[in-house]
């Protein structure tokens, strides 16, 4: 006796739709006798074929083009729907070719016309027609399989999980990051070979719900190798699904990702330690300064010499600095961990304050000529400390680094719901290349150096600067070339467009 093919072994359940009994006989008959152990299941009425689609879905399904309740075609649209995939032969002893032919452009797998010896090529069609199904499906899984390798070859490890999560493919990617060989992970459970004991468990159970949910799952997280070590890793698993809607697995992607991780976990940790310090180091600096101003205005008072003068006239001086320097200190961890600068509106008119913050500086820089214009108002809610504070250092970088002798320009304008204010200076430009960098903090202006702290400031001027005009909801710009000079531009609303912008 010749062997089945192994295609006939794994047919197990046929269903035959056909409203003629003598005719649903003879196929039942030409099927059982070609292939063993087959359970065909028989449909004559509308009412049967309902309830026989709440089935397990059938490995094939034969029937007839002409039916007293639906055509064939109707029939085939509906297995479509219900299970993916399966091939479908039509039987038709009423149906032109071109009524054939439509069916097969819609997805019908094959067609005879009921004649005498149709039942007899029956069980060939349906091995022809189930060879091609199982065809297409392998087409499918080599396809998705070829996908992912493409898009994780490099650096990757990928590998295929069953729907009871035991490993059944393995890639080199996934030796070289884990330790472990394919004969070492067939057959077995991920999790216990690669996700850490802390991680199991409702941990992992909540990734798995989110990739029933969505279809996949993307994240991150610490991964065993063979040696115990841990390596952190990018994960993505993508669920896999056969024709017919079962689950046949999931696709795992891990990359490691630990160096990332490292630099990461490094660069917060030297940032955060920046800014607490900063933080520290700025509230327990100002009590002694303090001190320090109250004790040399006590010692000048009190000891009427030029000397003593002098001396106390300097530390003050340099106390003071100090007590400037620590406040942008605190501005700029307030910044930084605080969510921004805080300010405070109130009404009032920023044409006026920044008048009278001009009118100050002309009086400690007779040699620099500043040229005021203004059109429209400046009435708004604004903080006016904050603000005096922007355009004090605004104009004194400007007439640092001005061009001797050459006017600086101050334009206001208000119209609408916005104040502009211009500042504008001649001299040597500022590089294209640090423009950008120009409000980052830690950055002294040009030709400064180092030791220039100690006269100056810190290099968070124009930092603080900028996090204020933030925090108004504002904007500001910066231009720099030898025809126009250097004009920063400051774009102000009137009111204030977001909670930030109105303190805290």
């Not at 159970?205 to 991964?223: C, D, I, N, S």
């Not at 605080?338 to 500086?361: K, Q, S």
């Amino acid at each position: 006796m010749m062997p089945e093919p192994p295609e006939a072994r794994r047919l197990q359940r046929v269903l035959v739709v056909d409203d003629s009994p003598s005719d649903r006989l003879m196929a039942v008959r030409a099927l059982t006798r070609a292939f063993r152990g087959l359970h065909v299941e028989q449909v004559g009425e509308e009412e049967q074929w309902h309830q026989v689609l709440e089935l397990p879905r059938f490995d094939a399904v034969i029937v007839d083009y002409q039916l007293h309740w639906a055509t064939g075609l109707e029939l085939l649209h509906t297995l479509q729907q219900r299970w993916p995939g399966v091939p479908v032969i039509m039987l038709t002893g009423t149906a032109e070719e071109w009524q054939a032919l439509e069916a097969v452009q819609e997805g019908l797998e094959e067609y005879l016309p009921k004649t005498p010896d149709s039942y007899t090529h029956l069980p060939r069609t349906l091995r022809f027609a189930l060879e091609r199904a199982r065809q297409r499906q392998a087409l499918r899984e080599s396809t998705e399989m070829l996908r992912l390798v493409i898009e994780g070859v490099y650096g990757h490890a990928i590998f295929l999980v069953d729907p009871h999560r035991r490993i059944v493919s393995w890639n080199t990617g996934a030796q070289a990051i884990t330790g472990y060989s394919e004969a070492e992970v067939m057959g077995q459970p991920v999790a216990a070979l690669l996700v850490p004991e802390e991680q199991r468990g409702e941990p992992l159970e909540r990734q798995m719900e989110e990739l029933r949910r969505r279809g996949v799952y993307t994240g991150e997280g610490w991964r065993l190798r063979k040696d115990g070590s841990r390596f952190w890793a990018d994960i993505t698993v993508s669920a896999l699904y056969e024709e017919g809607g079962a689950l046949r697995g999931y696709a795992v992607v891990l990359r490691d990702a630990t160096e990332r991780k490292r630099v990461e976990e490094e660069r917060r940790r030297a940032e955060e330690f920046r800014e607490r310090l900063l933080g520290i180091v700025s509230h327990d600096l100002r009590s002694p300064l303090q001190a320090i101003s109250l004790q040399s205005q006590l010692l000048a008072r009190r000891v009427r010499t030029e000397v003593v003068e002098t001396a106390t006239a300097r530390i003050f001086q340099s106390a003071e600095r100090m007590t400037r320097m620590i406040a942008d200190l605190l501005d700029f961890t307030r910044g930084r961990l605080g969510g921004g600068i805080p300010v405070e509106r109130e009404p009032g008119d920023l044409f006026a304050f920044t008048y009278e913050v001009l009118e100050e500086l002309r009086m400690t820089t007779l040699q620099s000529r500043i040229s005021t214009q203004a059109t429209g108002d400046g009435r708004g809610e604004w903080d006016r400390d904050r603000l005096t504070q922007v355009v004090q250092n605004l104009v004194s970088n400007a007439l640092k680094h001005g061009e001797k002798g050459t006017p600086l320009r101050v334009v206001m304008e208000g119209e609408g719901e916005t104040v502009v204010l211009c500042i504008q200076n001649q001299g040597t430009p500022i590089p294209p290349e640090l423009v950008p960098h120009l409000f980052d903090p830690f950055r002294r202006g040009r030709g400064e150096s180092a030791n220039d702290a100690l006269t100056g400031g810190l290099g968070l001027g124009l930092y603080i600067v900028q996090e204020i005009v933030h925090a108004h909801d504002g904007t500001i710009t910066v231009t720099s070339d030898e025809r126009t000079g250097t004009m920063f531009t400051l774009r102000l609303p009137r009111h204030a467009l977001t909670p930030r912008g109105r303190g805290g």
